[in-house]
């Protein structure tokens, strides 16, 4: 099975992605729709689990499968992955888990989705500095920008993949490989990218995603990447009997982790999401995140191509080289939040959204399972 395939196919589109028997969904940046093997998986499992008990032997391979997949999305090894969620427990995980010291700073955007600021700014509590960065056009970040805000006690950097409202995505390796040549961590919240954009951690420390995007995959299921050198100095937040050794599950005098990232794991895990997640993730890295990449970009000159011409204005221009699937648009005459409605009164998914002067704002976010029939449709019911 190919991209061109699912694309050729009505009948297969529709089994593989059960929305699009239902309506143009374009808000993948927000909650997406679970993929159709994702779903049918979440039910054999359900179903399984009303007769018997919900761990059966079959299950930990999936657990053991679902790690495997997720480090070749990210270039890491399967011991480096936890399988945590949502993006925010990752997040905290590393907030809570980091030795700072009083003085140590801790740079972020505040331009990033609440999960990636406040993490970060509770820290002052502890004595840590939260450095914001605040960048002209919202979510912007430059490594030029970053380096601004460094200083000899900068511990720490946290930034998004990219922006959930201008859909800029910053240039990771960069960033990552400058952080490290000062000695400063680097820690990415990845929910917007990863499983449409290709992604590699080389130059990162820490990494959370949720699967309920890009990946396809349930809410409260995703992915959380330590490095495995920081393993013995990130610190578990949350200690349980899943993470902590405790044989026979006989609690013992002494604390000690499991190794690999297991250890960020406290206790059971979520199954449902992790066989929900499973599946969207053997779907994607069957199709290839290169050409999905690929094709993402291409529904994204579309919808310039369809929609400028009526008058809607891209919230802020970007070229390939920093754009991903999503594509955030102005107009200087509409009311967005009623275009909003009308778009999904005709079974359009769409977001609305605003910038941080409360500007209101469209935003699309096509997945590559999205055609060009899906555009043309969008500019006629805005053009009407």
């Given amino acids: 099975m190919d991209l061109d395939q699912i694309i050729a196919d009505d ?64 270039g890491a090894t399967e011991h480096e992955v936890a399988l945590v969620g949502p993006t925010s427990l990752g997040l ?29 700014m509770e820290l002052a509590k502890r004595g840590v500095e939260p450095v914001p960065i605040t960048p002209n056009d919202m979510g912007v970040v430059t490594w030029e920008l970053v380096e601004a805000a460094l200083t000899d006690r900068t511990r720490l950097v946290a930034l998004a993949s990219c922006s959930f409202v201008s859909g800029y995505q910053l240039d990771l390796d960069t960033i990552g490989r400058e952080l490290h040549t000062r000695g400063i961590l680097f820690c990415v919240d990845a929910i917007q990218t990863l499983g449409m954009k290709p992604m590699s951690v080389e130059h990162i420390d820490f990494l959370a995603a949720d699967s309920h995007k890009w990946l396809l995959g349930p809410t409260g299921a995703g992915v959380f990447y330590v490095a495995k050198q920081h393993h ?31 250890r960020y794991e406290s206790g059971t895990l979520n199954g449902p999401g992790v066989v929900g997640m499973n599946a969207s993730l053997q779907l994607l890295d069957e199709i290839g995140v290169d050409a999905i990449d690929k094709r993402v970009l291409h529904l994204r000159r579309g919808l310039l191509d369809a929609l400028q011409p009526l008058g809607f204005e891209p919230y802020v221009e970007l070229d390939e080289s920093n754009a991903c699937g999503i594509v955030t648009f102005t107009h200087p005459m509409r009311d967005l939040k009623e275009t909003y409605e009308m778009l999904m009164a005709h079974n359009v998914s769409a977001s609305w959204r605003h910038d941080r002067d409360m500007k209101p704002l469209l935003r699309f976010s096509p997945h590559f399972y999205n055609t060009d029939e899906d555009i043309a449709r969008i500019a006629e019911l805005l053009g009407g």
């Fill in 11 to 74: 009948a297969l589109r529709h089994e593989l992605f059960p929305v699009t028997a239902e309506r143009i969904f374009m808000a993948h940046a927000g909650v997406a729709p679970l993929s159709g093997p994702a779903a049918v998986a979440i039910q054999k499992f359900a179903d399984a689990g009303s007769t018997d008990y919900q761990e059966p032997p079959e299950f930990w391979q999936r657990v053991k499968d679902t790690r495997r997949t997720a480090a070749k999305l990210l």
């Fill in 92 to 120: 905290n995980l590393v907030a809570l888990g980091l030795d700072f010291q009083g003085g140590d700073q801790v740079v972020y955007c505040t331009d990033d989705y609440p999960a990636n600021v406040y993490a970060w």
């Fill in 232 to 262: 013995d100095t990130l610190r578990p937040a949350v200690l349980g009997s899943w993470n902590v050794v405790s044989p026979h599950f006989i609690a013992q005098r002494d604390i000690d982790f499991y190794p690999g990232a297991r």
